[in-house]
Protein backbone atom coordinates (compact mmCIF):
# COMPACT_ATOMS: atom_id res chain seq x y z
CA UNK A 1 0.00 0.00 0.00
CA UNK A 2 3.02 2.39 0.67
CA UNK A 3 6.50 2.70 2.73
CA UNK A 4 5.14 2.37 6.37
CA UNK A 5 8.82 3.37 7.82
CA UNK A 6 12.40 3.00 7.36
CA UNK A 7 14.46 1.34 9.97
CA UNK A 8 18.04 2.81 11.25
CA UNK A 9 19.78 0.75 13.55
CA UNK A 10 21.40 3.03 16.46
CA UNK A 11 23.83 2.65 19.18
CA UNK A 12 22.66 5.11 21.22
CA UNK A 13 19.05 5.81 20.95
CA UNK A 14 18.70 9.17 23.22
CA UNK A 15 21.54 10.48 21.31
CA UNK A 16 20.15 9.45 17.93
CA UNK A 17 16.92 11.05 18.69
CA UNK A 18 18.41 14.27 19.54
CA UNK A 19 20.19 14.10 16.14
CA UNK A 20 16.96 13.62 14.26
CA UNK A 21 14.86 15.95 16.42
CA UNK A 22 17.49 18.71 14.67
CA UNK A 23 17.29 16.93 10.86
CA UNK A 24 13.33 16.56 10.80
CA UNK A 25 12.45 19.35 12.87
CA UNK A 26 10.53 17.81 15.21
CA UNK A 27 10.24 15.27 18.08
CA UNK A 28 9.82 11.62 18.25
CA UNK A 29 5.80 10.81 18.30
CA UNK A 30 6.56 7.09 20.32
CA UNK A 31 9.82 5.39 21.97
CA UNK A 32 8.92 1.90 23.32
CA UNK A 33 10.18 -1.32 23.57
CA UNK A 34 10.02 -4.68 22.11
CA UNK A 35 11.24 -7.40 23.92
CA UNK A 36 10.54 -10.10 21.70
CA UNK A 37 12.91 -8.27 19.00
CA UNK A 38 15.64 -6.92 22.27
CA UNK A 39 15.04 -3.46 20.92
CA UNK A 40 14.31 -0.20 22.03
CA UNK A 41 12.58 2.20 19.43
CA UNK A 42 11.81 5.67 18.50
CA UNK A 43 9.07 6.76 15.60
CA UNK A 44 9.41 10.37 13.86
CA UNK A 45 6.49 10.84 11.84
CA UNK A 46 7.29 12.22 8.33
CA UNK A 47 4.08 12.88 5.66
CA UNK A 48 2.40 9.34 5.28
CA UNK A 49 5.81 7.46 6.35
CA UNK A 50 7.92 6.90 9.55
CA UNK A 51 11.10 6.88 10.37
CA UNK A 52 12.07 4.08 12.81
CA UNK A 53 15.26 4.05 14.91
CA UNK A 54 15.92 0.62 16.81
CA UNK A 55 18.86 0.20 19.86
CA UNK A 56 19.71 -2.92 20.69
CA UNK A 57 18.40 -3.70 24.24
CA UNK A 58 20.14 -7.17 23.86
CA UNK A 59 22.98 -8.54 22.86
CA UNK A 60 21.80 -11.50 20.59
CA UNK A 61 18.88 -9.64 18.96
CA UNK A 62 19.05 -9.24 15.47
CA UNK A 63 19.53 -4.96 15.39
CA UNK A 64 23.10 -5.91 17.66
CA UNK A 65 24.48 -8.54 15.76
CA UNK A 66 23.50 -5.80 12.25
CA UNK A 67 25.45 -3.05 13.64
CA UNK A 68 28.57 -5.29 15.11
CA UNK A 69 28.33 -6.82 11.10
CA UNK A 70 27.24 -3.57 9.29
CA UNK A 71 27.60 -0.97 11.89
CA UNK A 72 25.03 1.70 12.30
CA UNK A 73 22.94 2.68 9.24
CA UNK A 74 19.41 1.99 7.47
CA UNK A 75 17.96 -1.50 8.64
CA UNK A 76 15.30 -2.43 6.46
CA UNK A 77 12.03 -1.05 4.59
CA UNK A 78 8.60 -1.49 5.80
CA UNK A 79 5.80 -1.64 3.44
CA UNK A 80 2.36 -1.15 5.06
CA UNK A 81 -0.02 -4.55 3.78
CA UNK A 82 -3.99 -4.81 4.61
CA UNK A 83 -3.79 -8.64 4.91
CA UNK A 84 -0.59 -9.62 6.47
CA UNK A 85 -1.37 -13.48 5.90
CA UNK A 86 -2.80 -13.24 2.24
CA UNK A 87 0.81 -11.31 1.44
CA UNK A 88 2.65 -13.92 3.42
CA UNK A 89 1.16 -16.60 1.82
CA UNK A 90 1.16 -14.68 -1.63
CA UNK A 91 4.29 -13.83 -1.42
CA UNK A 92 5.61 -17.49 -0.60
CA UNK A 93 4.14 -18.67 -3.18
CA UNK A 94 6.00 -16.25 -5.69
CA UNK A 95 9.27 -18.31 -4.03
CA UNK A 96 9.96 -15.30 -1.20
CA UNK A 97 11.99 -16.50 1.37
CA UNK A 98 10.31 -15.57 4.51
CA UNK A 99 11.70 -15.00 7.96
CA UNK A 100 8.63 -15.56 9.67
CA UNK A 101 5.73 -17.54 8.22
CA UNK A 102 3.36 -16.13 10.94
CA UNK A 103 3.22 -12.80 12.05
CA UNK A 104 4.21 -11.38 14.84
CA UNK A 105 3.78 -8.53 17.49
CA UNK A 106 6.20 -5.65 16.31
CA UNK A 107 5.96 -1.78 17.61
CA UNK A 108 4.14 0.89 17.00
CA UNK A 109 0.84 -1.01 17.14
CA UNK A 110 1.56 -3.33 14.12
CA UNK A 111 1.57 -7.64 13.04
CA UNK A 112 4.50 -7.90 10.98
CA UNK A 113 6.86 -10.42 9.26
CA UNK A 114 10.39 -10.02 7.54
CA UNK A 115 11.60 -11.52 4.07
CA UNK A 116 15.06 -12.53 3.84
CA UNK A 117 16.83 -10.84 1.80
CA UNK A 118 18.42 -13.29 0.09
CA UNK A 119 15.54 -13.69 -1.99
CA UNK A 120 15.01 -9.18 -1.95
CA UNK A 121 18.20 -7.93 -3.62
CA UNK A 122 20.27 -7.81 -0.57
CA UNK A 123 17.00 -5.69 1.13
CA UNK A 124 15.76 -6.70 4.28
CA UNK A 125 12.14 -6.20 3.59
CA UNK A 126 8.93 -5.51 6.18
CA UNK A 127 5.63 -6.40 5.93
CA UNK A 128 3.04 -4.82 8.58
CA UNK A 129 -1.05 -4.47 9.16
CA UNK A 130 -2.15 -2.16 12.03
CA UNK A 131 -3.92 -4.01 14.77
CA UNK A 132 -7.44 -2.62 14.80
CA UNK A 133 -8.91 -2.23 18.53
Not at 44 to 49: A, K, N, R, T, V
Not at 79 to 101: M, P, Q, T, Y
Not at 111 to 126: C, Q
Request: charged letters at 30%; aromatic letters at 6%; hydrophobic letters at 40%.
Amino acid sequence: MKIEHIGIAVKDIEQSDKLFKILFNKSAYKMEEVESEGVKTSFFMLGESKIELLQATNPNSAIAKFIDKKGEGIHHIAFEVEDIEAEIERLSKEGFKLIHNIPKLGADNKRIAFLHPKSTNGVLVELCQEIVQ
